[in-house]
T-cell receptor
Framework: GQNIDQPTEMTATEGAIVQINCTYQTSGFNGLFWYQQHAGEAPTFLSY??LDGLEEKGRFSSFLSRSKGYSYLLLKELQMKDSASYLCAVRDSNYQLIWGAGTKLIIKP | ETGVTQTPRHLVMGMTNKKSLKCEQH?????MYWYKQSAKKPLELMFVYNFKEQTENNSVPSRFSPECPNSSHLFLHLHTLQPEDSALYLC??????????????FGPGTRLTVT
């Protein structure tokens, strides 16, 4: 079966750095996505990785290792507004997205 | 503003009712999706439409019936639902097949409660 694993919940301090991990086992691989979802709102697209390495976008970076079936989302200079759920999703060989259950990130002052 | 709108935002219905959820995308995309989101569970893909043709139906019960009259509009018709169908129903759109990530843009969702 296809599976995406990510921690259920993480806590970090305002101004710090946090890394949210995602491991996957899917039928084929055609890219990995990270989305942010604030409570009661729609998921919004954060980043996309299809080749190994690091993609940086402002305070957010996403890393991919296809050989290890592993990705992480790195958030720097945390702000209170970063409190949200972060969803990892992998596009499989049928070009459908397989989703993780999301990581709820709590930022404390 | 994500460019994808959904109505209604909240819906309470009895198990014998018939209702419809509406989604509209203003992004010129060629693919649209219905998802179910339950607490602490991964997003469940229900239906996919590419160029108005349904290409995916992930073993969804027949009490859910999708309709895609054109590339901008998507409906989910509901009838004789069960309490376990209570969830957040999300619509999304994307531009498929032209290179690039083809990321999905989501609407705000309809919070459905079945009593």
């Amino acid at each position: 079966g296809q599976n995406i694993d990510q921690p259920t919940e993480m806590t970090a301090t305002e101004g710090a750095i946090v890394q949210i991990n995602c491991t996957y086992q899917t039928s084929g691989f055609n890219g990995l996505f990270w989305y942010q979802q604030h409570a009661g709102e729609a998921p919004t697209f954060l980043s996309y990785n299809v080749l190994d390495g690091l993609e940086e976008k402002g305070r957010f970076s996403s890393f991919l290792s296809r050989s290890k079936g592993y990705s992480y989302l790195l958030l720097k200079e945390l702000q209170m507004k970063d409190s949200a759920s972060y969803l990892c999703a992998v596009r499989d060989s049928n070009y459908q997205l397989i989703w993780g259950a999301g990581t709820k990130l709590i930022i404390k002052p | 503003e994500t460019g994808v709108t959904q109505t209604p935002r909240h819906l309470v219905m009895g198990m014998t009712n018939k209702k419809s959820l509406k989604c509209e995308q203003h992004l010129g995309h060629n693919a649209m999706y219905w998802y179910k989101q339950s607490a602490k569970k991964p997003l469940e893909l229900m239906f996919v439409y590419n160029f108005k043709e349904q290409t995916e139906n992930n073993s969804v019960p027949s009490r859910f019936s999708p309709e895609c009259p054109n590339s901008s509009h998507l409906f989910l018709h509901l009838h004789t639902l069960q309490p376990e169908d209570s969830a957040l129903y999300l619509c999304a759109s994307s531009q498929a097949g032209e290179g690039g990530p083809g990321e999905q843009y989501f609407g705000p969702g309809t919070r459905l409660t079945v009593t």
